[in-house]
């Protein structure tokens, strides 16, 4: 859209350089924590944290009861996304990292936002260490970076301008009343008919009713696994 390539052009070489920088130091992180090599080549990242079993391993090594269960790759698709689900809720639940640092399954999973993956990844590392984590960034990586190619500044410019616009979005809260006389305002100023409104708006509530339905549920596999973990240690 207009919006998304307007972004893209305020998105600097300077920014660019700063995101380069923190997502090497954040592999640096993940690397020296679970002892593996990762990939030289950072663009290779999203595949490898793709089924969420490293994240959870990362996880366990920070708090060794914040995983239940850890689905191996050779499992389905819903066992695999369910790895990246159980890391993002022990973010929420045992780290206190609030939902505006999280990044949603598919930013990892179909990579539609990797930086959103590395910003959560690097609030984790910071909180960690404010809870007494003894291994930290790595704040001298920067100065000897190689330089980005055309082709990933370029792929880049795009995640990034996604971040920014969506972390740009301004958050107020307010009433319901309030709310829907401000979205009736909207709708009247762009020639909407009530009927399209009222339409639109018991739309958004549904969606929102199933958004939560399915965070509670999310919570409740997990308990349910935590249970599942502790019969089996028991038996």
Not at 32 to 47: F, G, Q, T, V
Not at 205 to 223: C, N, P
């Amino acid at each position: 859209s207009s919006t998304v390539m307007s972004t893209i052009n305020t998105i600097s070489e300077a920014v660019l350089r700063d995101y380069q920088i923190t997502e090497y130091r954040v592999a640096d992180w993940l690397s020296r924590i679970l002892k593996i090599a990762l990939p030289e080549n950072l663009s290779e990242l999203p595949a490898t944290l793709r089924d969420g079993v490293l994240l959870c391993q990362l996880m366990n090594e920070i708090d060794s009861k914040s995983i239940p269960r850890i689905s191996d790759p050779s499992k389905n698709v819903f066992k695999l996304k369910e790895n990246i689900t159980f890391f993002l809720l022990a973010c929420e639940i045992e780290m206190k990292i609030p939902r505006n640092k999280l990044f949603l399954v598919v930013d990892l999973w179909e990579n539609k936002s990797f930086p959103s993956v590395v910003d959560c990844l690097k609030e984790l590392a910071n909180r960690a260490v404010d809870g007494g984590f003894s291994i930290k960034l790595n704040e001298e990586i920067g100065n000897d970076l190689p330089p980005l190619s055309a082709q990933r500044k370029a792929e880049l410019k795009v995640l990034l301008a996604r971040l920014h616009r969506s972390g740009n979005q301004t958050k107020v809260k307010c009433g319901s009343n309030v709310l829907r006389m401000k979205y009736q305002y909207i709708a009247k100023t762009n020639n909407i008919s009530e009927e399209r409104f009222n339409k639109g708006i018991t739309r958004f509530q549904a969606y929102y009713r199933g958004y939560v339905e399915r965070l509670k549920f999310k919570k409740i596999v997990r308990s349910g696994a935590f249970r599942e973990k502790v019969a089996k240690e028991i038996l």
